[in-house]
């Protein structure tokens, strides 16, 4: 009877102390679950936001801009308005600060009509000569922007400095001599200019440019100042 009783105590509190365990294993791996699930998230997290800064700067650094523009300049000489093309190659270094090259072309034609003039005694004639003007600038660009001002009047200005050099071509047939000459020079051009996306991740921008333009290409001693005011509109490629 006492060895019964003996047994049955033993087997009571072995059963007892194996329900006891059972629920606090269960809670450790809970918690060590619970654990796991929240390093993962916390490194989702940081995955978030480390990529569109990671995103950003490889943007950056590898960003180039193509910028075709045309529109219309003065020359002080001549005394008029011309075709004013351009092409722009950027390096987009900073948000801020940027460096590239430009090639411009610049035409000016007109005519001009002398008639009834009167030559050692001739006979009334017309005297008309036609010329043109083709100005070839090149320039190493600097421009600084601001495009923390986009959300706030929906556009972003731009400073733009350029030093560079210019050969023209002067083209000119009349009736009593033709010819061409090639005269040379140094340039240089400050720009205000704007720019806007009608989309904001569309890799199109429109590009306004006004600003002046100082050319002085001179040939044996003789200068013809082309210098003057230009405004342009053109699209800007970002590659």
Request: glycine share 8%; aromatic share 14%.
């Amino acid at each position: 009877m006492i060895k019964k009783i003996f047994f049955t105590g033993i087997f009571l509190i072995f059963t007892i102390s194996l329900y006891s365990q059972a629920p606090g294993t269960n809670k450790t791996t809970v918690t060590e679950d619970k654990k796991a699930t929240t390093d993962e998230k916390k490194t989702v997290t940081e995955e978030k936001k480390n990529t569109p800064a990671e995103v950003k700067a490889s943007s950056n650094s590898a960003a180039h801009e193509f910028i075709g523009k045309l529109g219309t300049g003065y020359a002080s000489d001549p005394g008029k308005f011309g075709l004013d093309l351009s092409l722009n190659y950027i390096f987009n270094l900073d948000p801020v600060f940027v460096f590239g090259f430009e090639g411009d072309l610049f035409w000016i034609k007109w005519n001009n009509a002398l008639s009834d003039v009167n030559a050692g005694g001739s006979a009334n004639g017309s005297l008309k000569a036609e010329t043109n003007l083709y100005t070839i600038p090149v320039f190493a660009n600097a421009q600084i922007r601001f495009p923390f001002l986009r959300d706030k009047i929906y556009v972003m200005p731009a400073i733009t400095v350029g030093l560079g050099y210019c050969f023209m071509v002067l083209d000119y047939d009349s009736d009593t001599n033709k010819g061409t000459d090639l005269y040379s020079g140094f340039a240089w051009q400050v720009l205000a200019s704007f720019s806007n996306k009608i989309y904001k991740d569309s890799a199109v921008e429109f590009v306004f440019d006004l600003g002046y333009r100082g050319l002085s290409p001179d040939r044996n001693n003789v200068e013809i100042d082309m210098s003057g005011f230009i405004t342009r509109l053109g699209v800007k490629m970002n590659m």
